[in-house]
Structures are given as C-alpha cells and as structure tokens.
C-alpha cells in the first residue's frame, strides 16, 4: 500500500461535509499544534479491537456501540461522562448474561464532536445562519457570531476527548465497572421502571454467580476491569489527519484520536477523500451503509477499504430504516458473504428512522428502533450470517427525546426535556428496554 496522502492531497479530493474557514492560517496553526499532540490511543489497542471485532464477525461475540449523537464541551463533566458509562455498562451486562454472548463495549464518544449536515443553513423566524456542525466547528447559539467555524475548537475537540477518556480509563480500570457493582450502576434509578426492576433481579442472580465462582476458586480480580474502547465518525479531514502518527512497531499510520473510526453515509463516496483516507489508516473501522447503498457500491468499498480482507478490519453498519430493512439489507449481504468478504455487520437503528413531529422536535419511535434491529436479525437468520451488533444514540440521562419505550413518551412529553444539539437519543430507561430487546433477539440467534 503506498504512503498516506498529505493533507494537501486529501484536501484537492474535495472532502464533503468541511466547514468553510474565514482564516486560512488559523487553520494551519492547530493542525500544527495538533501534529505535536500525544496520542489519544495506541495503535497496539486498536489492535486488540480489531481482534475483537473479528470475533463479532464470526459470531463470537456482539458488538455495543453507543453515546451521543454530538458531544458537546459543555458535557465533559464527571456526571455526564459517569452517565453515559453507567448506561452502557448496564446494558452489555444485559446483553451479556440474557444473550449469553461476550460483548465489546465500544464508546460512542471521547471525539464525537464533528456532524454532517443535510443542509448548509438553518433558518428560524425568517432569519437564515450557517448550520450547526457540532462543537468541533462551531457554536450551536443561533448567533451569526456563534456560527462562524473556529479551528481553534479543533484543539478544544483534543483536549476534550483526552479529558473524557482519561476519565473512561479511571472508570474502567479502576473499580467502577468491576462486575461486582452490577448493583450500584442501577442506584437512583426511577423504580417503577419495569426494566429496572427487571435489571435488579438479572443483578442478584450475576451476584449469586460470582460468590459461587468465588466458592469454587475463581479469582475476583477477574471481574475488576473491563475492556472500553473510544469511537467517533472522523470527518473532519483537518483533525482526523493531524491527529495521525506512524505506528513505531510497525511503520504504519495509525488514527491516534480514537480506536475506532468510521465513515458516515454522507461521505462514503469510492473515490472521495474520505475513503482515501481511511484506506490508509490501520484502525479497525466502520462505513455506513444507507438506503441508497447497492451492492456493489458495498462490494467495492470492501475491496478498497479491506483490500488484504483482514478479519476486524472493516465494519458495515447499516441504517435503512424499519420499513426498508428487510427488502434493502438481503442483496447487500448476499453479495458480500458470496464474494467471501470478511466484514462485521451492525445495526445502526437510528439514523433510517428519525423524523420532525408538528411541534417541531427531531425525534425517533421506539418502536421503529427496535423494529429496524429485528428486520437486521431477521435478515441475518435467513441468509445464514451474522448480525454483530447495534449502534445506538443513547444518553445516560431521563431526556424525552424519543418517542415511545417504556415510559410511553408521546409528542408533547418531547418538550419536557429535549437536550440533544443534533440528533435525539434514547433516555436511561430506553436504552436499558433496547437492551433487553435485543438481549431476547440474541438468544434466538
Ligand atoms: O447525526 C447525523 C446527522 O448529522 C444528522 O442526522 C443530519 O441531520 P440533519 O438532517 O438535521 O442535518
Ligand atoms: C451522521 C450519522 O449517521 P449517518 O452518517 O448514518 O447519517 C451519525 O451516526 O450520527
Ligand atoms: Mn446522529
């Protein structure tokens, strides 16, 4: 493979989806400032998630992939991050001991930070300004001043994540996930939630298991850490570039801002800069696949994308909406697995099924989230493949962003507690009702 493309390079591909930067030079002052920055991530673990999403490929463990839509700077706090890991833990142990299945826990955060746009403005009472494109560009206050991108938020974006995951690290390794807390994840949670209750009987019985394993000799320091890996949708060709080093062990490029990246359903063209890019790199990683994806266009982004076909590599992840998913995914499968390409497949049941209800609030149905997860598993069952795992928009906050679950969230509820800059996430309770879903799901794999 030959050398990775400078940024100049990358930059006369005509990346999509780039903010438009009043100043040129500031620019190149953070992504020099950037190329200097330690790593976020070795490329040695990103190793290990690649081994592990070759596991998933082979149906021997699932995949969780979850967190906000945006981060935002205003959300690295202690709680917030607590929150959101307190969540996803809850729910690959769910996944875990109701699937009996081994779960790779993969964080949909520590540099969430940039988003693609439909449209290039927003217009509110008669008054139109850029989009918002996450923090990494610009503020979302609907100010003409608040809009104009800064790069020097692509420097904000590093120390960010590396606040968030230096926080993650301390979480995973040190305690809080140790399985014996499976109790205490769930403290304060609302306790007519049938799926609390539902977790805290789940709870006792892991409890009876380990002081039986315990009986029986097994180590508890087993249990005292979990693996967690970092994950964002690397779109901004300035950060995601600046933010590459050259493995010292092997003398290949490494994306040190995150162990895993993918790519979105706005930017996967075949010969855009984006899959350029990423061709380059050796993190495992993942391309989105929507309703306009056809079998070839998967086929060709495989060869090019995993041209050596390497188990971990390369993720697909798929987001066709409910109504689509079980005629559109078929011909994507078939194709791929008959051409003996090695892939994880996962279901992203978020991005097919959002809509804007008449109080203007982007929202989502519960039920279309679950109902695009089960055409997903349908679909793998009848093909004789693998459904890997599940991307979710998630939040470990009580926000009313979605509509449905288990509290029954309905239009108006939305106004209660609507946070989401971008796109809406399931709350607490939802995100444990999916888990047990698609823990049932699991089972019947
Ligand atoms: O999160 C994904 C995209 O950024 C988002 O769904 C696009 O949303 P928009 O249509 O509001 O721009
Ligand atoms: C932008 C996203 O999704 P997609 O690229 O699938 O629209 C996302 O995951 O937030
Ligand atoms: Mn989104």
Redo the contacts with the bound molecule.
Sequence with gaps: MNALPTLEQLRALGPLQQPTYPDSAAVDAAVARLRTAPPLVFAGECDDLKDKIAAVSRGEAFLLQGGD??ETFAGVTADNVRNKLRVLLQMAVVLTYAGSVPVVKLGRLAGQYA?????DTETREGVTLP?YRGDAVNGFEFTPESRIPDPQRLVEVYNASAATLNLIRAFVSGGYADLRQVHTWNNDFVRESPFAQRYEAMADEIERALTFMKAIGADPDEFHRVDFHSSHEALLMDYEHAMTRIDSRTGLPYNVSGHFVWI?E?TRQLDGAHVEYFRHIRNPIGCKLGPTATADDALSLAHKLNPENEPGRLTFITRFGADKIRDGLPPLVEKVTAEGVSVAWVSDPM?GN?FETSNGY?TRRFDDVIEEVQGFFDVHRALGTVPGGVLV?MTGDDVTECIGGGEEIDEHGLAHRYESV??PRLNRVQSLELAFRVAEMLRRR
């Design positions: 839509c945006a988003k693609p746009r439909s449209s989009a979105g706005r991005h959002t982007k928009e971008v796109d």
